[in-house]
């Protein structure tokens, strides 16, 4: 995130009245630096709660995967539903899903010769 930093100094240059002291100036400087967000901060600060959010959910997806916790319990049910969506593109990629090919007929039965 980027904020915007604004840096003011002011000088002043004091002379002295009184008519015994040796005409001398002084000069009194002050520096201010304020910092201020810039426009788009609030929006980048949501954009990443939200995948903040996302990323929790599908680290709690793996741990529950994991221990292979009960998909009937109401909380391990609601999380796999909600991460599901966020799953759902990648099923499949490893072939996992899928079962084994089933052999030609011909192999699976001895020839009657």
């Keep these: ?6 840096v003011v100094t002011h000088s002043d240059e004091v002379y002295t009245t009184d ?5 001398a100036a002084t000069s009194v400087s002050r520096r201010e630096v304020t910092y201020r967000d810039s426009g788009n901060s ?3 600060r949501v954009i990443i709660f939200i995948f903040g959010i996302i990323q929790g959910l ?5 741990v529950l995967l994991l221990i292979a ?13 909600v991460s599901e969506i966020f799953v759902a ?3 499949g990629i490893l ?4 079962s084994p090919p089933a052999r030609p007929p011909s192999m699976s039965q001895p020839s009657s010769r």
Excluded at 58 to 62: E, F, K, S, V
Excluded at 69 to 81: F, G, K, P, Q
Excluded at 95 to 98: H, Q, S, T, V, Y
């Design 1 to 6: 995130m980027v904020d915007e930093r604004r």
């Design 19 to 23: 008519p015994l002291a040796p005409a």
């Design 42 to 44: 609030l929006l980048q």
């Design 58 to 62: 599908l680290l709690l997806r793996i």
């Design 69 to 81: 916790a009960r998909e009937r319990n109401d909380l391990v049910s609601l999380i796999y539903n």
């Design 89 to 91: 593109p990648f099923r």
């Design 95 to 98: 072939g996992r899903d899928r």
